[in-house]
């Protein structure tokens, strides 16, 4: 964003874990350089803690990350999402209204890698319920898990932006209940101040994220 003259040309470049990479963010640079033809967007996929990193040293101008926030002295606007169950359209569970834990009984469940803030919530519920998890497969991105559910016999947890996707595969989705939530921060530096395009950016994304909250 330093490039950017008179606010109509430059890099953007970003830093983002796999919640938005692949079922968010092509198609809103796609709309916002309609408007802005200029502006050139990088855009990295990396693990949160290397994303604050280069945010904080200015490597990057936005980073999209799970919370906690792993560095300090960063400037954080939190989006808290609630997630949806993801089966094939054909599932008996897709004839529900919503989810619960007694219908993922005996069902393969798909986890996110590395002890999941989402995958801990899960468990906690399953465990409360008297339900045990069979976990069948474990991959780090919620797109990711869509494409296995798409794939074969699975349900899974995950976003609602890479939940109910238009992706045009065999997947629908439905609330679960009680409530999953999965926490997503934008991060900036402190010590850079964003220009007008870059600020026109996050407000974008931040209404459509205050969209997905409200589901």
Partial sequence: ADEIRSGETGAIRIGTNGTLAFNFLPGIIAEFQQEYPDVYFDIKIQASRQISSWVAS???DIGFIDTPIPVAGLEAEIHTLPCVCIMQKDDELAKLDCVTPHDLKDRQIIAIT????VDRQLQEIMSTSGIDLKYKVSCTYFALARYLVSSGNYLALVDPINGSAPNNDRV???PFSPTIFHELAMITSRDQKSDR???????IISAYLQRNMKK
Avoid: W
Wanted: charged share 30%; hydrophobic share 20%.
């Fill in 58 to 60: 200015r490597q990057i």
């Fill in 197 to 203: 395009v870059e600020t026109r950016f996050k407000n």
């Fill in 114 to 117: 590395g002890n999941h803030n």
């Fill in 172 to 174: 629908t989705c439905r």
